[in-house]
């Protein structure tokens, strides 16, 4: 898996699998939830298109920030603070890879105002019988693939987070239960401290 796929996966996040609710959320709803998230911690479960699976911890502090850990024997790292996402690859003397944050679809859910009825980059919303579904894609870098994020109702939870890049290789992304509204300490979202801490 490359490192901009990292990215783009360690983005994706999930709650476990909830009982079928027959409900579609509205886009503003999920705005209104998107909007609503403050910080946000808990685990995840990364499967890549070729099957490997990772395991490892996702922060969020909206707006703009938000870090994955992953757990040994995964040497990796990403985080998104200060308009700027960085992969630190483990397999990789060089420095962490960047990007600016609105070009990966972290900038989906860490936007200040999420209004995705507005969004240009929402390119389907359904329902799947289990979950309220909304497919996104960049109009304006449509290389980096696309996103499709799985919503459940009653209350709305996040429950799962699909990357299909551009070679149609898919990744999954499953969290375990949010821990909603904890202090999370602002170094967690610096790159600058976590390049001095990975050169230690």
Same mark, same amino acid.
């Given at each position: 898996?490359?490192?901009?796929?990292?990215?783009?996966?360690?983005?994706?996040?999930?709650?476990?699998?909830?009982?079928?609710?027959?409900?579609?959320?509205?886009?503003?709803?999920?705005?209104?939830?998107? !909007?609503?998230?403050?910080?946000?911690?808990?685990?995840?479960?990364?499967?890549?298109?070729?099957?490997?699976?990772?395991?490892?911890? %996702?922060?969020?502090?909206?707006?703009?920030?938000?870090?994955?850990?992953? !757990?040994?024997?995964?040497?990796?790292?990403?985080?998104?603070?200060?308009?700027?996402?960085?992969?630190?690859?483990?397999?990789?003397?060089?420095?962490?890879?960047?990007?600016?944050?609105?070009?990966?679809?972290?900038?989906?859910?860490?936007?200040?105002?999420? !209004?995705?009825?507005?969004?240009?980059?929402?390119?389907?919303?359904?329902?799947?019988?289990?979950?309220?579904?909304?497919?996104?894609?960049?109009?304006? !870098?449509?290389?980096?693939?696309?996103?499709?994020?799985?919503?459940?109702?009653?209350?709305?939870?996040?429950?799962?987070? %699909? %990357?299909?890049?551009?070679?149609?290789?898919?990744?999954?992304?499953?969290?375990?239960?949010?821990?909603?509204?904890?202090?999370?300490?602002?170094?967690?979202?610096?790159?600058?401290?976590? %390049?001095?801490?990975?050169?230690?």
């Amino acid at each position: 898996m490359t490192p901009f796929r990292m990215t783009i996966a360690a983005a994706a996040v999930a709650l476990s699998a909830a009982p079928a609710m027959a409900e579609k959320l509205s886009l503003n709803a999920i705005s209104q939830y998107l !909007n609503g998230l403050d910080t946000a911690k808990a685990s995840f479960t990364q499967i890549n298109d070729d099957g490997t699976i990772s395991t490892g911890t %996702i922060y969020l502090k909206r707006p703009g920030r938000a870090r994955f850990e992953y !757990n040994p024997p995964t040497d990796a790292l990403v985080v998104a603070g200060g308009s700027q996402v960085a992969i630190f690859d483990g397999k990789s003397n060089a420095g962490p890879q960047q990007y600016p944050l609105n070009r990966t679809p972290l900038n989906l859910i860490l936007a200040r105002n999420v !209004n995705l009825n507005q969004a240009k980059t929402v390119i389907g919303h359904g329902y799947d019988g289990t979950a309220t579904t909304v497919l996104a894609q960049d109009p304006q !870098n449509p290389e980096i693939g696309t996103i499709e994020l799985k919503f459940t109702a009653n209350p709305t939870e996040l429950r799962q987070w %699909i %990357i299909t890049d551009n070679a149609g290789s898919k990744t999954t992304v499953l969290l375990g239960e949010l821990t909603k509204g904890a202090p999370l300490r602002s170094s967690l979202f610096s790159i600058t401290a976590a %390049i001095q801490q990975r050169a230690r």
